[in-house]
Each structure stands twice: as structure tokens, then as C-alpha cells.
DNA sequence: TCTGGGGTCCTAGGACCC
DNA sequence: TCTGGGGTCCTAGGACCC
């Protein structure tokens, strides 16, 4: 029988923030989105104040100030590197990982198939990822993936689990399941939550015994999938070698509404830059790409604009020079006048291998000097930091954003290095 | 006043081909 | 006036995830 394992980082924004900062131990802490907008991850506490996930800032200002609750804008450069640490300690106890998947920041599946003492082997696990990189994590032990899912939900939830849960046991699974409710589980949503619950069925167990034609006509093969699982028939296998992406998206709300072309194209040209180093990263091409803009859809009582455009290139490239002058001509077709925007972005895809792209017969370019070109660049803004060296078109003010309350990047800046006083 | 960003997979339906 | 059938490929949109 085959034995997953999900390891879940608790409350992971907030717990990378608690490393370098130990004062916030203990304490409600809320992370913020971009533009200091949304809380996109909060701390037991401020859970149990009432702090829903992707919560205004403004909404919640009351409790923040009644509570003195911290709030902090995202350091994703940190998270990004505590999560690189946590999986590669994860990855000392089992070769058998699913690391960068598309949920990986803050979990990863391990196949613990043929092991013996699964939930010692797990607090082993536990206890060493929390001594060598701080982060706190819950593991949730079982037959299939999305069991294991709900394993990890006890897990974090029963205070005796102690943050290792165990479902491999038949019985228990009934008993467990019987106390999900049906939106809870991985893969059911709100919408085929409601959906379900109109049909009676209203928690984990009551939609493992639901009838499996019926379910596929209401929900789809995914859903089938879902219900197989939550049986113990594994149809999700452990994605080892993940498949490379299929496209790579920038975009950015403002932090205050936009109407001139000129500073969209610099946007546009800011995230087709940034989407291009992405690709450049993964060693990947675009065949085409998409640029879309919006105005703000909470001010319904203001004229509403929404528009994308799609543009397929002659030669698949990862040269920003090039794209932008595709995103910029891109923007320009779908600005109308007159509105007050609020977001805009880029994607890439068809993406290819960057060495295995067709050549265009009647190519101008030397695609050899753009290559070089754009490995300087890389170098040296990684080097000397992110946007030393740009282009032009992105503008002389990178200003939309607004940060106000980020952390230090303690583990990937020179200059923000935390220092131990003796 | 202030409301995130970046992905995946599936399905229906249109375009196109023979 | 009559006007096939079956297959593939592609895209948009929905649902979901973190």
C-alpha cells in the first residue's frame, strides 16, 4: 500500500517573519498582499481574532488597532528562501518528494510507502525541520493524497495530534471523515460545495459514498478523482520530476488609478521584464503572449473597462528588449481613453525550450548577441540587486507599488543581514 | 481612501481537415 | 432545392488551489 505524507508549514508568512523577529512570538501577526491590500496570511492569534483570509486592510482596522495586531507587507524574497530550506531538509528523509509543485511554497508530499513507525518518522521530521530552519510544520499521514490532506487538517487542528497525524487506519478514517465538512476537502470548492450540499451531501464521508456516475456528471472527472481518493484508491500519483510550466503571468494592482497610456506602457514593460527573467531562469522561450488591462471593479459606479489581447510571435524568445516592444505595441491596441485603471499584466506562454526553438527563415535578428545580452543583465542584477541594470521603457519611477511595512530580506540581501550582538 | 498574484486542469464549442 | 460524419486542435472560461 502506498503511504503519503503531507508536510504543511503552519501559518508559513507569519512564521518567517517569527525567525528573525522572535518578539513576534506569540503574538497576532497578519501579512499583507501587494500594495498593502488584502491579509494573504495570518497567525493563529489573529485567526482567532476573526481575521479572514484575504481580508481587506481596511476592513479589519478596528481589530488590528483594538488587538495591536503587527502588520507586515509580504517579503516574498524571504519566504521564498525559507521554503527552498525547508524542503531541502524535507528532502534528507526521503528521496520520494514532490517539491516545486505548483503548491510548494509552503508544502510538499512525501511517499513514506514500506516505512515502519510512520508517525516517530514524521515528529523526526517535524522536530528537525523546526531545529534548522525555525519553521513550524504539521504532518498529515494517510493512503492517498487527499487523505492526507485531511490528515494534516487534524493535524494542525487537535492539540493532543501534536502536529503529526496518522489515517492510515480504516475505522478512523470513518470517524474523521464523518466530521469534514464537504467544502474542506482538497479539490471541492465553494461552488461544488454548495452544490453538493443541496444534494444532501454535506461532509467528507457522505461524499465518499456518494455514486460515482452521479458524481462525474455533477462534478467532472476531478471530482470522481476525488471521491476514488477519499475511498483510499490512490489517483493522485507523487510528481517527483514536476512538468515544466506552460506560461509565467506578471501583474500588479496600482496603488492609486491610472489613465495615461505612457504609464501603463512603463508597467507593462516593468512586468514583461520581470516575466522575461522568469523565463530566462526555467531556460524557456514564449511562442505568444497575452497583455491585459482593468479598471477597478469595486467602483462599479465608474466607467468599466476589461480587454486582453493575444499575439503570437514568428520566433519563440525569452529577449525582454523584443517583448516589450510586442507587450508595448500590445497595450497601445487595447488602452481606450477616459478610464481610470487599476491593474494591468503579461503572460507568457507556449513556452519551449529556450535551445529547441524554430528559427524564422527570414530572421534580422543575432540571437546570439540578444542571448549574451540578456545573460550580462541577469548577472549583474543579481549580483548588484534586482532592477540595477533596466530598460528604458519601464520608466524612471517604479512607484505603483506601495510596501510600507516589510521586514528585512534577512537571507538574501547583503545589506539587510541580520546582526547578532554579543 | 484603502479590496492580491500566480498557477493548474477540464470542458464546451468553434475552426478546420479529409 | 438539396448540403455528412468523424476526427483533431485550439481557445475561452470555469473551478480550484495556495
Not at 502536529?163 to 487506519?169: A, H, N, Y
Not at 510571435?313 to 523584443?322: F, I, Q, R, W
Request: aromatic share 8%; hydrophobic share 40%; net charge positive.
Amino acid at each position: 500500500m502506498k503511504i503519503y505524507a503531507l508536510v504543511d508549514c503552519n501559518n508559513f508568512y507569519a512564521s518567517c517573519e517569527r525567525v528573525f523577529n522572535p518578539k513576534l512570538e506569540g503574538k497576532p501577526i497578519v501579512v499583507l498582499s501587494n500594495n498593502d491590500g488584502c491579509a494573504i496570511a495570518r497567525s493563529q492569534e489573529a485567526k482567532a481574532l476573526g481575521i479572514e483570509m484575504g481580508a481587506p486592510l481596511f476592513q479589519i482596522q478596528s481589530i488590528v488597532q483594538c488587538h495591536q495586531v503587527r502588520v507586515l507587507s509580504s517579503n516574498f524574497a524571504l519566504y521564498g528562501d525559507l521554503s527552498a530550506r525547508v524542503m531541502a531538509t524535507l528532502a534528507q528523509f526521503t528521496p520520494e518528494i514532490e517539491i516545486y509543485s505548483i503548491y510548494s511554497i509552503d508544502e510538499a508530499f512525501l511517499d513514506l510507502s514500506g516505512l515502519t513507525q510512520l508517525v516517530d518518522y514524521a515528529r523526526q521530521i517535524r522536530t528537525t525541520v523546526k531545529q534548522w530552519t525555525g519553521i513550524p510544520v504539521s504532518i498529515g499521514i494517510a493512503p492517498t493524497k487527499t487523505l492526507a490532506k485531511v490528515a494534516n487538517r487534524i493535524a494542525k487542528r487537535r492539540v493532543d495530534a501534536n502536529g503529526v497525524f496518522d489515517l492510515t487506519d480504516k475505522t478512523l478514517q470513518e470517524e474523521v471523515l464523518a466530521q469534514t465538512a464537504v467544502e474542506d476537502i482538497w479539490g471541492i470548492g465553494r461552488k461544488s460545495g454548495r452544490r453538493l450540499r443541496t444534494h444532501c451531501i454535506s461532509n467528507a464521508l457522505q461524499l465518499r459514498h456518494a455514486n460515482e456516475q452521479w458524481i462525474q456528471t455533477q462534478l467532472g472527472v476531478m471530482g470522481l478523482r476525488t471521491v476514488l481518493e477519499l475511498r483510499g484508491i490512490s489517483c493522485l500519483s507523487l510528481q517527483s520530476c514536476p512538468a515544466a510550466k506552460h506560461a509565467r503571468t506578471v501583474s500588479r494592482s496600482f496603488s492609486r488609478p491610472v489613465e495615461s497610456l505612457a504609464e501603463l506602457k512603463a508597467a507593462v514593460a516593468t512586468y514583461t521584464s520581470r516575466a522575461a527573467e522568469k523565463l530566462r531562469c526555467d531556460r524557456l522561450s514564449a511562442k505568444a503572449l497575452t497583455v491585459f488591462l482593468m479598471t477597478d471593479r469595486f467602483h462599479q459606479d465608474e466607467p468599466q473597462h476589461f480587454d486582453s489581447t493575444y499575439v503570437e510571435l514568428p520566433v519563440a524568445t525569452s529577449d525582454t528588449a523584443e517583448l516589450i516592444g510586442y507587450t508595448s505595441q500590445a497595450i497601445a491596441a487595447i488602452y481606450r481613453e477616459g478610464y481610470r485603471y487599476k491593474k494591468t499584466g503579461v503572460t507568457l506562454t507556449h513556452l519551449v525550450a529556450a535551445n529547441l526553438f524554430q528559427a524564422c527563415l527570414f530572421e534580422t535578428t543575432d540571437r546570439e548577441r540578444s542571448r549574451k545580452l540578456m545573460q550580462v543583465i541577469d548577472r549583474i542584477n543579481q549580483q548588484l540587486g534586482a532592477g540595477t541594470i533596466a530598460f528604458a521603457a519601464t520608466g524612471l519611477r517604479q512607484s505603483w507599488g506601495r510596501k510600507e511595512m516589510r521586514s528585512p530580506r534577512y537571507t538574501t540581501c547583503w545589506q539587510e543581514l541580520p546582526v547578532v550582538k554579543a
